[in-house]
């Protein structure tokens, strides 16, 4: 989960695409109401139930308003998640596609209702770890960045389960950014904003003779700066907060990600011991 062009879908065709490549089995759940193109077909689709462009246009709400209805929808009819989902073992990795609206998982009850009904307190009992996704271009901005933390932080705390925070599409910023500034956004540092670019290049406030009502002006004024500093305040009042890095591109870097999700779902915990293969076992008569 995560804002819209994080590289959710993107993230789960890499991730079934690693889990192929080293025979695993997953199970793979769309509940974007507006998602279209996929690499890989999922095994189940909210929009078998409902999509988002029949509510807007049956409904007359727009897209933000469309989705929330979806899932308040999806939640009347839990069913149809639980009856395909009850039968996978543990040996499956169920991997679940979400939308972009943030609010979904920060302001709204909504998909806080949907965990509790998936994990051990509501019908099914299915170990859950949610993976956040934000743009590593978030990093060139320090006020987005920060709000993005915070949106992240805020999903933590309203679901309540394992999370595993991730800076997405590193490789549009590898020659942007170096390792050692970057160390500072994994473990996000209060004081990226005391030497924040974006005050070098600054423009005019009203102090200044500019116009108060531009964007760039409010922007890149006293009250703005305040507000990025509570907000970097408060996130480091709760450290809550840590990313791993997120190349699609790099089998490597999604296998890493991978192992920080098992661990947090006790993946291997939970698979039952394999017997060796007969040709492999060796007897007394053959020694």
């Known amino acids: 989960m995560g804002p819209a062009g994080a590289g959710k879908t993107t993230f789960c065709s890499a991730l079934i695409q690693h889990l192929r490549n080293n025979k695993r089995s997953c199970f793979y759940v769309n509940l974007d109401p507006a998602a279209e193109d996929f690499v890989y077909e999922p095994d189940l689709d909210i929009k078998d139930l409902i999509s988002l462009e029949d509510v807007m246009e049956e409904m007359g709400l727009g897209p933000n308003g469309g989705l929330i209805y979806c899932f308040e929808f999806l939640l009347e009819n839990l069913d149809s998640l639980t009856e395909p989902l009850d039968p996978i073992t543990e040996e499956y990795l169920i991997i679940i596609d979400m939308p972009g609206q943030i609010e979904l998982y920060t302001h709204i009850p909504i998909v806080p209702a949907l965990v509790k009904h998936l994990t051990r307190t509501g019908a099914l009992n299915i170990n859950l770890c949610a993976t956040y996704l934000l743009e590593s271009t978030f990093v060139v901005d320090r006020a987005k960045y920060f709000a993005g933390t915070l949106s992240a932080m805020s999903a933590m705390i309203m679901l309540e389960v394992p999370h595993v925070n991730v800076l997405s599409k590193m490789d549009l910023i590898k020659n942007e950014v170096g390792k050692k500034e970057m160390k500072r ?19 005019g406030t009203a102090d200044d003779g500019g116009d108060p009502g531009k964007t760039g002006n409010l922007m890149g004024g006293g009250s703005f700066k305040q507000l990025n500093r509570a907000v970097a305040q408060l996130i480091d009042d709760f450290s809550m907060v840590s990313y791993l890095r997120l190349d699609v591109q790099d089998e490597d870097s999604v296998g890493a990600i991978l192992s920080y999700i ?9 698979q039952e011991p394999k017997e060796p293969n007969d040709e492999m076992e060796t007897t ?4």
């Open 262 to 270: 098992d661990d947090a779902i006790q993946y291997h915990e939970a």
């Open 284 to 287: 007394w008569d053959d020694a």
């Open 185 to 203: 956004f994994i473990d996000p540092d209060l004081t990226l904003l005391d030497d924040d670019p974006a005050d070098e290049t600054g423009t």
